[in-house]
Nanobody, 125 residues
Framework: QVQLVESGGGLVQAGGSLRLSCVAS????????MGWYRQFPGKQRERVAR???????????FYADSVKGRFTISRDNAKNTVYLQMNSLKPEDTAVYYC???????????????WGQGTQVTVSS
């Protein structure tokens, strides 16, 4: 069994910052891509940022246009953790944020995709 547990959400004023963390635990052999998604009420979940697992460069990153220059994704492979640093937050960033990861539980690299339970981020104007 694999679990992803997010933390760091909350209420912040516009222009403020929050740092989300997501820890993967359980039967983990390797972790490939890790990412953050968000979901607005009544909308489909959308990808916010993603980071690959490149041992030479530390991982390539990809961002949604709406968060480029404000959000930064990073990972700590030793801790099986991915972070999302969110700066210059706007009321339109208010959503439930979900962690996502591609994880293999064995040396055969049978990868499964996992989701966290979500953490609420609310930005007041």
């Amino acid at each position: 069994q694999v679990q992803l547990v997010e933390s760091g959400g909350g209420l912040v004023q516009a222009g403020g910052s929050l740092r989300l963390s997501c820890v993967a635990s359980g039967s983990i052999f390797s972790i490939d891509n890790m990412g953050w998604y968000r979901q607005f009420p009544g909308k489909q979940r959308e990808r916010v940022a993603r980071i690959t697992n490149d041992f030479t460069s530390g991982g390539s990153t990809f961002y949604a246009d709406s968060v480029k220059g404000r959000f930064t994704i990073s990972r700590d492979n030793a801790k099986n953790t991915v972070y999302l640093q969110m700066n210059s937050l706007k009321p339109e960033d208010t959503a439930v944020y979900y962690c996502n990861a591609d994880i293999s539980s064995d040396y055969l690299h049978n990868v499964n995709n996992y989701w966290g339970q979500g953490t609420q981020v609310t930005v007041s104007s």
